[in-house]
């Protein structure tokens, strides 16, 4: 699924190292870490009705990435909330809002991937922009030859810029004219899709793949608290091939796009032959978190 320009983005304003700047002004230094070696953290979040929803949870992912990395003067949540709230009211979204936010590890003196030629703290960018999720229906997937990372070579539980090898993956999926890509992880399970995390049911119990290999997404997180708050039996467990392939229900999770099912995997075509359903009894649930909760816009 491509994503379609937005003509209502042409004069947003962004917030760059402590700065709100019309778009075409906000610009970071070709020294910084992010240009230098992809050396940077960052969350998408979505604004529901007035309210920023999992904040809490997205600025935790946040500062233990940052934290990993080693990164120093790291701003506070108090700080980075303010910076988003500013930013939001400088543009005027409530509602139907995808945020963009990077933490660099900051700019250098010199081109270098070296942590001690930084001159500056990190440099914190926020890029708000009208964006509704938009379904196009039931999205297609092919297996990509690129595995995901596993904790041996880049722990997956940092949410870093280095995102080489999830693109790799997409353009599998471009190249097989499908919609993203599936990605296992180095033992040949299900680890997730290029941008998303993955779901499957099967005779009414819901499996995903340990966050071994994959994000800890926080959409994910949500799916398995709500499968408990309703009662559907929901298992983590090495997914093979041919188990989603056979599933009854195949879908993917993540801020940008919610959730989304999935029709065919490798032109397998996903067949409900169970007549038992899962994924419209959360998603309902899904809805009303994000209608409900949140964190308040102070404007
Ligand atoms: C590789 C990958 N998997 C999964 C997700 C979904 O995570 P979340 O639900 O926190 O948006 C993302 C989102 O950034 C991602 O980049």
């Given at each position: 699924m491509l994503q379609k320009y937005n003509?209502?983005?042409?004069d947003i304003y962004i917030y760059v190292g402590g700065e709100i700047l019309h778009r075409d002004q906000a610009k970071i230094s070709v020294f910084d870490s992010s240009v230098q070696g992809g050396d940077a953290v960052w969350e998408g979040l979505r604004v529901y009705d007035g309210k920023i929803f999992s904040l809490d949870r997205h600025l935790q992912r946040l500062q233990e990435s940052a934290k990993a990395l080693a990164f120093i003067d790291v701003p506070s949540n108090e700080e980075i909330k303010q910076a988003l709230f500013q930013t939001l009211e400088k543009n005027n979204m409530r509602d139907g809002v995808h945020i963009r936010m990077t933490l660099t590890r900051g700019e250098k003196?010199?081109?270098?991937?070296?942590?001690?030629?930084?001159?500056?703290?990190p440099c914190l960018i926020i890029i708000p922009e009208w964006?509704?999720?938009?379904?196009?229906g039931a999205i297609k997937l092919v297996t990509s030859h690129i595995r995901r990372n596993s904790p041996q070579f880049?722990?997956?539980?940092?949410?870093?810029?280095?995102l080489l090898n999830n693109i790799l993956a997409k353009l599998s999926a471009i190249q097989a004219g499908v919609d993203a890509a599936l990605m296992l992880d180095d033992k040949g399970y299900v680890s997730e899709v290029n941008a998303t995390n993955i779901f499957m049911s099967k005779n009414g119990i819901l499996y995903t793949s340990h966050a071994d290999s994959c994000l800890p997404g926080i959409t994910r997180g949500l799916v398995l608290e709500i499968a408990e708050q309703v009662g559907i039996t929901a298992k983590e467990k090495n997914i093979s091939l041919t188990e989603i392939y056979n599933a009854d229900e195949v879908f993917v999770t993540g801020t940008m796009g919610e959730l989304t099912n999935v029709s065919e995997i490798d032109q397998r075509i996903i067949t409900n032959?169970?007549?038992?359903?899962?994924k419209d009894k959360i998603e309902t649930v899904f809805y009303e978190l994000v209608k409900t909760k949140g964190e308040p816009l102070p404007f």
């Open positions: 003509p209502k983005n042409k003196y010199t081109s270098s991937m070296d942590p001690r030629v930084n001159t500056k703290g964006k509704p999720p938009v379904f196009d880049l722990d997956s539980k940092i949410h870093h810029n280095n032959d169970s007549g038992k359903t899962v």
